[in-house]
C-alpha cells in the first residue's frame, strides 16, 4: 500500500514546523508538569486534574504524531513551477459561476492549510479537485454535494 502524500504549500510546512516545536518544546511540558502537580495531590481513582492532564497529554502526542506523519511526507508544492495558467495547489482561483456576474476567489491549499473563512479551500474540496489541472478560460463543471454548477476560469495567479 502507497504511504500518503501531503501536499502543501512552503506557507503550509513552515506553519506545520512552528506548531510542531510549540508542542515538542512548550505545551508539552507544561502538560507534564500538571501531571506531576496533580499526582502530589494523592488518591488519583477521583483526581478530575490528573483525568484532565493525562487526556490533555494523549491529545497532545497524537497531534505531534499527525504533525510528524505530514512533515514526513510532505510534498511542498511550488506553483512557480507549473504552467502559468494551470489551477495547481499554492495558486489563487478566480471563477465566475456561468449566468451570473459575481467573481469568486479562493487559494488551493493542502487540506491541514484549509480556512475557507479566509478564501483558502482544501485540494481535497469538490471545487479544487474539479479545478485543478485546467487553464485560465476553461469552463469546468464543479459537482458538489449541493449539487453541479458550470464556471469558467476567469484568472490563475502565483501568490
Known amino acids: 500500500m502507497a504511504q500518503k502524500v501531503y501536499p502543501m504549500t512552503a506557507e503550509g510546512k513552515e506553519k506545520l514546523e512552528k506548531e510542531l516545536r510549540d508542542l515538542k518544546l512548550v ?85 491541514d492549510e484549509s480556512d475557507p473563512l479566509s478564501g483558502k479551500i482544501s485540494n481535497e474540496s469538490p471545487i479544487a479537485k474539479a479545478l485543478l489541472g485546467k487553464k485560465k478560460g476553461d469552463t469546468v463543471t464543479i459537482n458538489t454535494p449541493g449539487g453541479s454548477f458550470d464556471v469558467t476560469i476567469d484568472d490563475v495567479e502565483s501568490k
Do not use: F
Not at 63 to 86: C, G
Open 27 to 111: 505545551k508539552r511540558p507544561e502538560v507534564i508538569e500538571r501531571i506531576k502537580v496533580a499526582r502530589s495531590y494523592g488518591d488519583l481513582s477521583e483526581n478530575s486534574e490528573y483525568d484532565a492532564a493525562k487526556d490533555e497529554q494523549s491529545a497532545v502526542e497524537q497531534r505531534i504524531a499527525q504533525i510528524e506523519q505530514m512533515l514526513k511526507y510532505a510534498q511542498v508544492v511550488e506553483a512557480d513551477s507549473v504552467d502559468p495558467n494551470e489551477v495547481s495547489i499554492g495558486k489563487t482561483i478566480t471563477y465566475t459561476e456561468v449566468g451570473t456576474d459575481d467573481p469568486e476567489t479562493y487559494t488551493i491549499v493542502g487540506s
